[in-house]
């Protein structure tokens, strides 16, 4: 299969992303200019962390306007797998792709470090090589990761299955501890912790392969309007 | 055109005699916007007028030296065809007006000079000094400017997307008017990737890119303020303000601009901007460069050709590309949503001739200007500062070690610095096989498949003891810190940060500590491939500790780390270099005089370097076998803390450590002799042997086991602690003593 990885001025995770696909999957790989109208012939697509445009304004609010983000748009809109890491997942909320909003960690300061979260959806097609209630190392690094959303959206993400993962101790305030969500067509996922940094074990884990994974089995093996539900 | 007074020199900082030597360059006197392009590159922080001449007693090359000093970084040969760039520089007096942009200026200057080489940054540290925090006088402002160096180093770095990867951080009162903020990055690239700083091919346009010129830093290499009017002066802050994200845009536009072959020649705009890029690449070509400031991007209205020369603003670039190739070069930028103009030619006849609106405003040959700034042989007839004794009190039995351990390991220096390398990303780019916290950091390169282990060391106060072995203490220490990650040491940099050099005893410091830096460096094979010098750092005539700081880099093969804690019980503790030897004078400059009895005397640690090189081979071949299950070096804090140090993991596994020395207690657990080494193996007899072998002492001093850290000397309990919960004071201290939530 052949990944996408989305470059905005200002993305510094897309390199990783694209060697954790492609070194340590095996996978294709080919990065998308934000000013590309089109996607070309990827099978999912990745934006990954880092201060698009500055993050001047609000986390990834400038991004949203940029080119790139219509194709990504559609490309979800068809039931193309979407994964936002870090400002990825800010991204995806600013572009209304996901609920909620990520805002200012509740100790005020930038994070750097491994957390531990639990897989809440198995019933995903990133989340397909792993069980629930799974304990995953990820490392996060953000500044606004805090997690938000009005108590309706929360039930609703709740009631819809969409809690991709939890922290098991919240390290930025975000409600409900909530690490990672999925769209309602569940092909699109954000989440704050990085997939791509623990792609290695001498970055000390691995446990981010088997989200990795789960989109090239999904992509590989199944057809997309059967594992998303979708047409 | 304003004539040339007295005062105006003297506010410019420049002397009579060098006056009249600009005269003789000049044939005659020069106009106020030249006098100012004399001032900043006559400057200390430019010419390094009173260091030069024994900056010359530093090794510089060795077989894997590729650039010594002189570039904007050195450059070191890694094999397979890659090579890394790396340097040290300091941004200590902004960091102390404005603590969040004037540490974050000083990551993006120091990252500038990597890239401007063609090399992609890959790791950053920092080394950081600051006044007590438990003043009552002005603990409140240090503990501001520590949360606003943090965040401005945080900022800039998590922003630019380099890991900041290790570093160190140090409080003592005499860094509370004078902070020092030194910041280490490291960058990677092909042999055939270099790019140097000159203005090669008479005819070739020169090209001004990245961020528009504005008044921000005028002052910034000389303090040059008394021709101004007050409405001016309000209008130009001392410090700059950074930008990462454009600095960002700005290094992959010049990486991908490189890769074209256009360009000829490369230099970043730090220290005195305009005026020191255009005259250091003409002067290393021999060539001269006009340049017209009419094409020069602004940001502010009305700027005089002083302020545009003069002007430190951030994030900007200077190039000369090749003649007839310059679309392609503006093709790239413009990818990037960055300025880029020709702002200039280069020239044959070696004149940095400088016109507005073409009119021309200064003229001075290229050379005499970068390369024939006066030179000092400054005194330094006199003992260098110290403002201790040599022998100090009686040291009285302690009452309870346990307790003094947990004090050393609660105090500032000694306490996990967590709170500070948290905020940092030091993971991005997925290469920090081991990050802060360490006694190395580990970055893989991924192009070639080796690692590359960095470290830096400095101690002021060692150094305040004794200039020059506390310079080879720190050469022996940072070496001995890269060998305890089982990396060979290679090259190195050095940030000298010392007080005025127009005193004689501080001035003594200066070269006392370049000559014992200089001996250990070539002791230890580590020539020093650039840095930084910081002169002047005193405040109300009272200077800081003599601060040299040198990061050495050391190569290795890429490997699962081998960390600093013990991880399993029932391992064999190893103390690899022998207890060491004490004395009551040798006793006054450790981290016990200075946190347990207050008060700080005598000489630093007695170092050999044979044995200490002895003992760093020995560890290296230690770790390459795969003996070790930890390894950590003895240093600040003595035998206990490092134990403490290496019980503070994960597993909670401590140890039972059993000594058997004549020392009285207080120095057998917290001297810091050098050339010791913790090690916890499971086969202790091949690490005897690996010791014998290289003629270095090696003592069984225990076992590892669960829970507890408990030392005893012959028979007698000295120190017993529960690890989980030593451990908790340890990681909580820094917020508690910043009064911060963790």
């Known amino acids: ?39 070309g012939d990827v099978d999912a697509v990745i934006l990954p962390g880092g201060f698009s445009y500055g993050d001047y304004l609000r986390c990834g609010a400038i991004a949203k306007f940029s080119p790139v983000m219509t194709a990504v748009k559609r490309f979800a809109h ?138 090239v089995n999904t992509v590989s093996h199944l057809p997309l309007a059967e594992m998303t539900g979708l047409r | 055109m304003s004539t040339i007074t007295a005062e105006l020199l003297e506010s410019h900082r420049v002397t009579p005699d060098e006056y009249q030597h600009i005269q003789k360059i000049l044939g005659r006197e020069p106009n106020f916007t030249e006098l100012g392009i004399f001032s900043v590159m006559w400057s200390e922080h430019c010419s390094y007028k009173s260091s030069r001449l024994h900056l010359k007693k530093l090794p510089t090359r060795s077989k894997l030296v590729l650039q010594g000093p002189g570039e904007n970084a050195g450059v070191i040969d890694i094999g397979g065809g890659y090579a890394i760039a790396f340097k040290i520089e300091s941004h200590n007096h902004p960091s102390f007006i404005e603590p969040f942009q004037g540490a974050a200026t000083g990551v993006g200057g120091i990252l500038r000079d990597i890239f401007t080489m063609g090399a992609r940054p890959i790791a950053v540290m920092d080394a950081l000094r600051f006044g007590a925090l438990d003043d009552p006088a002005v603990g409140v402002r240090n503990r501001r400017i520590v949360e606003g160096v943090v965040s401005g180093i945080s900022h800039y770095g998590n922003c630019f997307g380099v890991p900041t990867v290790g570093g160190e951080c140090v409080f003592d009162p005499s860094y509370s008017g004078n902070p020092l903020v030194n910041v280490f990055a490291l960058g990677v690239f092909k042999h055939d990737e270099v790019f140097y700083g000159r203005a090669t091919g008479v005819g070739n346009p020169v090209i001004y890119a990245g961020a528009k010129t504005g008044r921000d830093g005028v002052h910034g290499a000389t303090m040059a303020s008394a021709e101004f009017t007050e409405e001016s002066k309000q209008k130009r802050p001392n410090v700059q303000v950074g930008d990462p994200f454009l600095e960002k845009l700005l290094l992959e536009a010049c990486l991908e601009a490189m890769k074209t072959g256009a360009i000829v020649g490369i230099q970043d705009m730090g220290a005195a901007g305009l005026t020191c890029s255009t005259c250091e690449m003409g002067s290393r070509a021999g060539t001269g460069i006009e340049i017209d400031l009419q094409y020069v991007p602004q940001r502010e209205t009305s700027m005089t050709p002083y302020e545009i020369m003069l ?327 003595g035998l206990a803390a490092a134990l403490a140090e290496c019980s503070f993991g994960p597993s909670g596994v401590g140890a039972r450590i059993t000594l058997d020395s004549s020392l009285r207690p207080e120095y057998l657990l917290f001297h810091e002799g050098p050339s010791r080494i913790i090690v916890s193996t499971a086969e202790p007899e091949a690490v005897m042997q690996i010791a014998i072998r290289k003629g270095v002492e090696a003592l069984m001093i225990g076992e590892t086991r669960a829970g507890t850290l408990e030392i005893s000397n012959r028979g007698v309990t000295l120190v017993m602690a529960g690890v989980t919960q030593l451990r908790t004071r340890w990681d909580e201290a820094l917020p508690a003593l910043l009064g911060v939530s963790a």
């Open chain 2, 311 to 637: 002007s430190e603003s951030q994030e900007r670039m200077l190039l000369v590309a090749e003649k007839g190739r310059e679309h392609e070069v503006y093709a790239v930028f413009k990818k990037w949503g960055l300025d880029a103009v020709q702002i200039g030619v280069v020239t044959g006849d070696g004149i940095l001739r400088v016109k507005d609106h073409g009119k021309v405003v200064a003229e001075i040959p290229n050379r005499e200007l970068a390369d024939e700034a006066p030179l000092y042989d400054r005194r330094h007839d006199r003992p260098a500062y110290r403002t201790v004794p040599l022998d100090g009190p009686e040291v009285p039995a302690s009452k309870d070690l346990s307790k003094d351990l947990e004090c050393l390991m609660t105090s500032g220096d000694l306490c996990s610095k967590r709170w500070i390398w948290e905020q940092y990303d030091h993971q991005v780019r997925t290469n920090t096989v081991q990050g802060p916290g360490a006694d190395a950091a580990i970055v893989r390169i991924k192009e070639t498949g080796t690692s590359v282990a960095m470290a830096l060391d400095g101690n002021g106060r060692y150094c305040m003891l004794d200039p020059r072995e506390g310079a080879k203490l720190m050469v022996a220490e940072c070496c001995r810190n890269l060998s305890t990650v089982g990396a060979l040491p290679v090259a190195a940099t050095n940030n000298l940060n010392y007080g005025n050099p127009e005193r004689p005893e501080i001035m003594k410091q200066l070269v006392e500590g370049i000559e014992g830096m200089g001996e250990a460096c070539r002791f230890f094979e580590t020539p020093i491939t650039g840095g930084n010098v910081s002169l002047y750092n005193e405040t109300l005539g009272e200077p800081i500790h003599p601060t040299p700081v040198i990061g050495v880099v050391g190569l290795m093969q890429t490997q699962q780390p081998t960390g600093a804690l013990f991880r399993n019980p029932g391992r064999a503790v190893v103390l690899l270099g022998g207890v060491g030897m004490c004395e009551p004078r040798r006793f006054g400059g450790t981290q016990y005089a200075k946190v347990i009895l207050k008060e700080v005397w005598g000489l630093p640690p007695a170092l050999d370097m044979e044995y200490e090189k002895r003992v760093q081979t020995a560890i290296r071949e230690v770790i390459g076998t795969g003996l070790a299950e930890s390894a950590h070096d003895v240093s600040d804090g």
């Open chain 1, 78 to 215: 068809d039931g193309g797998l979407v994964i936002g890491i870090c400002n990825g997942f800010q991204i995806l909320v600013e572009s209304g792709l996901l609920p909620g909003a990520l805002v200012r960690n509740k100790g005020l300061k930038f994070l750097c470090k491994t957390v531990e979260l639990a897989v809440a959806a198995t019933n995903s097609p990133f989340t397909t090589q792993l069980r629930q209630g799974q304990v995953l190392r990820l490392p996060i690094a953000h500044g606004d990761g805090c997690y938000y959303a009005d108590q309706e959206t929360l039930e609703q993400l709740e009631a819809e299955d969409r809690v991709a993962f939890r922290y098991v101790q919240n390290p930025n305030g975000s409600l409900r501890n909530i690490a990672g969500v999925l769209s309602r067509e569940r092909n699109v996922l954000g989440m704050m912790p990085h997939p791509e940094r623990a792609a290695d074990a001498l970055m000390g884990s691995i446990d981010g392969l088997g989200i990795l994974q789960s989109i």
């Open chain 1, 1 to 39: 299969m052949k990944f996408g990885v989305v470059v905005f001025p200002g993305s510094n995770c897309d390199h990783d992303a694209w060697y954790a696909v492609s070194a340590n999957l095996n996978q294709k790989a080919d990065f998308i200019w934000h000013d590309s109208t089109s996607l």
